[in-house]
């Protein structure tokens, strides 16, 4: 058994950038666990630009945005264990993971981060009719075969969903020489940044069929094809008789991610089911104290920087522990209230932020083009402020200074729809 | 000149090779798939019935009341996970009481032991997510579940450990009656000379039985259609869940897994073609509202998968296992529906007397060994076997399918393994890589690189399931070089 | 040359606000921009309808015939990345390499060069 300060299991954007300001705020001992043969996590296979617009204020691509955090890490004396499998995570912080040179390693850890990341959702949790034949594949295991192992997935290919990596696929293998026959969005909206729907699909003249889903693949060995139709606007049933055949060869799907918090679980971490990550407080700690989780393992970010962002915050959290050891403390509960899908962290105890202002994050239900984010407390509407072109697919902050929130017993978040005054061009 | 040909390498099939491998014969297996439990045996709700659903008197009663007990031994020999948790079958109003009280007297008849009819009170109890309407429930104890492909592939190694061959991709094109008790067997490959054919083709028995001028009969598909959820939700039910049945059918049921998940289905439909094993949306929904019925509420957010599996029905409505009284040595295992696959170890007891009549010397081997060497499941040893295991084999240390737990060892030995897995299902249906709730989009590029590697094969011929079901379509660049969308090869 | 008019729809992608810009073009200038919020948008719709930029990411092989992730170091016409992807299908490049390095230059005759976006040891 081994004896660890802070031990954060996950080394992609979250794993890492938590581990350098680990090191950066003086926390001597801090091992990274990742499964892979190198650091990075999903960034490695994600070529494409549009990283760090915040955190380093250039565009970078993946592969360079996660390269600063590694030699950073390096720098400062990260210890990262790779080809590493956490595979048991106890309450009070005892770890088991596996690898070949060692075998079992059991860890006890006076902290941990969890920066597990998250998995696509698949074709059965949808539940896509017709045949299982090869050539169904989610977007990112598509672009892992592209741009990590060097094979084409496909050559006709239609996607479903519109998220961004399905958007980002649809530009790769349409460069890589392959034909992109469509991107099916069973909602009026598309799941992507606007930036991918121009780049990556109308650059390309990819067409994108809002409001259309996969209804049947054909084909008995290999996908020889595609039903699509229209759905409804009010149930999203399809509409049969809007049913067409798309040829193709390889259906992508890109239809959502998922937090992967199996050893939360295994740890009885309160998990909240509408981020599907765990419940976390001002210093992104879990219901478990002196366990901490950020990045996409906490709720799907849509963009890097904003992982960065919180990875740092959980590393202070972690800090602010180590600190104070483990000393308990009262949380006020915030929570989304119309327009709203959730807001996080969850719970705050505003004595205790890490820092002067408290970053929050949350997700509108619905496409609003001029909208009025309220914050309450039990005495009334703290603060509003009007937001334009809120959609789902962009998550939104708001920071709240600790003065803002002193002595109030809750915090409520609502998005109200506003009439748009401004004229557009249509 | 061999003594025995199977043909088909389901269950029933193997099973048979397995009982025919302690004896002193040449037997030989054939698959038309790449790999054994390609068609039914696959794709059912891998339950032990009981045995109190088949009219007393059939084949079903008698063979699903003797192949039950069985299971335990067969399943210690060949390390395959079988437990007996019992089925319950729910009546939810007065007149569906009296349906059980006929099941009980009809399971009785049969033979099935510990039968019982219990409270409502008693019911919510042992199942406390079961519909609050249900009255009373027929309780079946010595009901079990089991991994019937496991099972399957688990007979079949065992099978060519004790000298059968077994060959895959070997569909039967022909059967002829060369001379005196000699009949000929046409595959792509070669002409197998035998004394006995067993038919066990499952979905295509009658095809097999026509084309060797045996007796006609009509194998119909019906098909069934399954969702199976996360592993998260997998104790919603502890037993096999079945509602009163009909007379068509014995109903949508709710059950668990060996593997600890759980799942709804199967609905009933006949379909036309032997290979329509499309899930279809009504399908869909029929079995999410038949399972309601059962547990009203069913965490449909969390399925990981759907499929649909085909039964072989035959128009007699009952097993067809006899010896053809016009092709001599040609021996019918047909319509072998449910409980085909509880009955399946009594079926073998049954086709070797057969051939015992029909004049097959059965002298046993000395060497015979019923037990399958021990398959590591990494995910379910102990620390020390772990770090055991690690230790002599670094495979071991290195994790595969992160939902299931797999570890490079484990797959490799499955490809390495007597009737050794050749694509990508192949290794899902023996270490569960891919089955977990991710469904292999982790481990999908990793698996192929190992089955790549293995058989000395370029990834681009690592298909999902035999020839035509490749996973990629070329290397990067090449479509470019190439110009765009055309065959790079 | 006759005055022929013709509009080209732009979605402006500088801000999140994404505007659906209309641009006016006659005889082969631009008469007119519409539907922008912002002075911004009328730069970025104008760049579009004359001559789109962007970069371009890809992989080029290593030797050892991993994949190498590159980009291009500037943005390039739009016209000219399937050009460019041409020359890059036969590049093979020396390992190690390091973040930034030019593997390639001048792509499509762009004056532009194509760098490594990791370093391989």
Redesign the interface.
């Known amino acids: 058994m081994q004896n660890r300060e802070l031990v954060i299991i996950g080394g992609g954007p979250a794993g890492l950038s938590a581990a350098v300001e680990a090191r950066r705020l003086g926390i001597k001992d801090v091992l990274v666990i990742d499964r892979e043969s190198e650091p990075g996590g999903i960034l ?1 296979q994600c ?3 549009g990283f760090g617009l915040h955190v380093f204020k250039e ?6 945005y ?2 600063r955090f590694i030699r950073e890490a390096e720098n400062l004396g990260v210890e990262i264990m790779l080809d590493t499998m956490v595979i048991e995570l106890t309450a009070d912080k005892r770890i088991v993971a596996v690898n070949s040179r060692e075998g079992l390693v059991e860890i006890q850890a006076k902290a941990v981060i969890l920066a597990m990341g998250c998995r696509e959702r698949t074709r059965g949790a949808i539940n896509i009719p017709g045949f299982r034949p090869a050539g169904i594949f989610t977007a990112g295991t598509a672009q892992r075969f592209v ?4 094979y084409m997935p496909g050559r006709e290919i239609v996607i479903l969903g519109s998220g961004d990596i399905g958007l980002i696929m649809a530009r790769r293998l349409t ?2 020489g392959a034909k992109v026959q469509c991107v099916v969005e069973i909602m009026p909206y598309s799941n992507g940044l ?2 991918n ?3 990556c699909l ?2 390309f003249d990819i067409p994108l069929l809002l409001k259309h889903t996969v209804v049947n693949i054909h084909g008995r060995k290999r996908v020889e094809g595609v039903t699509i139709a229209e759905v409804d606007d009010d149930d999203m049933k399809p509409i049969m008789e809007t049913a067409k055949f798309v040829p193709c060869d390889t259906l992508l799907l890109s239809v959502g991610l998922i937090p992967e918090n199996e050893l939360s679980r295994m740890a009885n971490i309160q998990i909240d089911e509408v981020t599907g990550g765990p419940v976390v407080n001002q210093r992104m700690e879990t219901s478990v104290p002196g366990i901490f989780a950020c990045g996409n393992v906490l709720h799907v970010h849509d963009l890097v920087d904003y992982v960065t962002r919180e990875a740092m915050l959980a590393a202070k959290g972690v800090a602010s522990y180590l600190a104070d050891g483990g000393k308990k403390y009262e949380h006020i509960p915030v929570s989304p209230g119309n327009g709203l899908r959730y807001v996080l962290p969850q719970r705050i105890n505003v004595d205790a932020m890490p820092e002067e202002r408290q970053n929050f994050f949350m997700r509108s239900v619905k496409p609003m083009a001029k909208a009025r984010l309220f914050i309450e407390s039990e005495r009334g509407v703290i603060k509003s402020r009007v937001m ?2 809120v ?1 789902p697919s ?1 998550m939104i902050s708001v920071q709240l200074d600790r003065d803002e929130m002193k002595g109030i017993k809750m915090l409520k978040f609502s998005l109200q729809e506003e009439g748009d005054s ?1 004229e ?3 | 000149m061999v003594d025995v040909v199977i043909i088909g390498g389901g269950v029933v099939g193997c099973m048979i090779a397995r009982e025919l491998s302690r004896y002193q014969l040449k037997t030989v297996l054939l698959e038309k798939e790449d790999d054994v439990a390609s068609g039914t045996s696959k794709a059912n709700s891998a339950i032990i019935h009981a045995g109190y659903d088949a009219k007393p008197g059939t084949l079903k009663a008698k063979l699903n009341v003797r192949g039950n007990p069985l299971f335990d031994k067969i399943c210690s020999e060949l390390d395959v996970p079988f437990k007996r948790i019992g089925s319950l079958v729910v009546a939810l109003n007065e007149e569906e009481i009296r349906v059980l009280e006929e099941l009980m007297e009809r399971g009785k008849t049969n033979g099935v032991p510990g039968l019982e009819i219990i409270s409502r009170e008693k019911l919510l109890e042992m199942e406390p997510n079961i519909n609050r309407q249900a009255r009373a429930a027929l309780y079946a104890p010595t009901a079990g579940i089991i991994c019937p492909y496991e099972l399957t592939i688990a007979l079949a190694e065992n099978a060519c450990q004790n000298g059968v061959e077994i060959k895959l991709n070997s569909p039967v094109l022909g059967i002829g009656v060369e001379n005196e008790g000699v009949l000929a067997v046409r595959t792509p490959g070669e002409t197998i000379y035998t004394r006995y054919i067993i038919n066990a083709a499952g979905l295509f028995a009658d095809e097999i039985s026509r084309m060797a001028g045996a007796e006609d009969y009509r194998i119909t598909p019906r098909k069934g259609e399954y969702l199976i959820f996360d592993r998260r939700f997998g104790g919603i039910v502890s037993r096999a869940i079945f509602p009163t049945p009909t007379k068509i059918s014995k109903g949508i049921l709710v059950c668990p897994t060996v593997d600890g998940n759980f799942f709804i289905g199967p609905n009933s439909n006949d379909v036309r073609e032997k290979d329509d094993v499309a899930v279809t949306q009504q399908g869909i929904e029929e079995i999410i509202k038949g399972a309601r019925k059962l547990v009203p509420d069913l965490p449909l957010k969390h399925v990981i998968a759907s499929f649909a599996g085909l039964r072989a029905v035959s128009d007699t409505d009952d097993f067809v296992i006899m010896a053809s009284k016009k092709v001599k040595g040609f021996i019918n295992v047909g319509g072998i529906q449910s409980p085909g696959l509880s009955s399946a170890p009594a079926i073998a007891e049954m086709v070797l007397e057969i051939l015992k009549e029909e004049g097959l010397e059965l002298k046993e081997k000395s060497d015979y060994n019923p037990e399958r060497p021990r398959i590591f499941k990494f995910r379910h040893l102990s620390s020390e076997e772990k770090r055991e295991l690690i230790r002599k084999n670094p495979a071991y240390g290195r994790v595969i399918c992160r939902c299931e737990t797999v570890t490079e060892g484990e797959i490799i030995d499955a490809i390495r393994r007597p009737v050794g897995a050749r694509s990508l299902d192949a290794v899902k249906r023996r270490t569960r890589a891919g089955m977990g709730r991710c469904q292999g989009g982790f481990c999908l590029p990793r698996v192929v690189e190992i089955l790549a590697r293995e058989l000395g094969i370029s990834p681009l011929e690592v298909t999902k399931s035999g020839s035509g079901s490749e996973i990629l379509k070329g290397r ?2 090449e479509f ?2 190439t110009g765009g969308v055309v065959d790079a090869k | 040359m006759s005055a022929v008019s013709e509009e080209k729809n732009v ?1 402006c ?1 500088v801000c ?7 641009v006016s073009i006659e005889g082969g200038e631009i008469a007119g921009i ?4 912002c002075k911004r948008g009328a730069d970025y719709a104008r760049a579009e309808v004359t001559q ?1 930029m ?6 080029v ?1 290593l030797e050892d ?3 190498l ?1 590159v ?1 291009t170091a500037r943005p390039i016409p ?1 016209a000219l ?2 050009e460019a ?2 020359e890059l ?2 590049v093979r490049v020396k390992t190690p390499v390091e ?1 930034g390095q030019v593997v390639y230059s001048n792509v499509a005759g762009t004056g532009v060069d194509v760098v490594a ?3 391989w040891n």
């Not at chain 3, 999140?16 to 209309?22: F, T």
């Not at chain 3, 519409?34 to 919020?37: C, D, K, R, T, V």
């Not at chain 3, 962007?54 to 992989?59: E, K």
């Open positions: 490695k070529i494409h630009t565009e970078l691509t993946g592969p360079e996660a390269e741009n990590i192992e060097g460069l890589e606007t930036r729907i121009v780049q109308e650059d334009r072109y959609k962009e401004v557009r061009g249509e | 990067t660049k470019i070089e | 979605t992608i999140p606000s994404g505007c659906r810009i209309k519409s539907g922008n919020l789109p962007r970069v371009l990411t890809t992989t092989r015939g991993h994949l992730p980009k739009k990345i399937f992807l041409k299908s036969g973040i976006t990791r370093s």
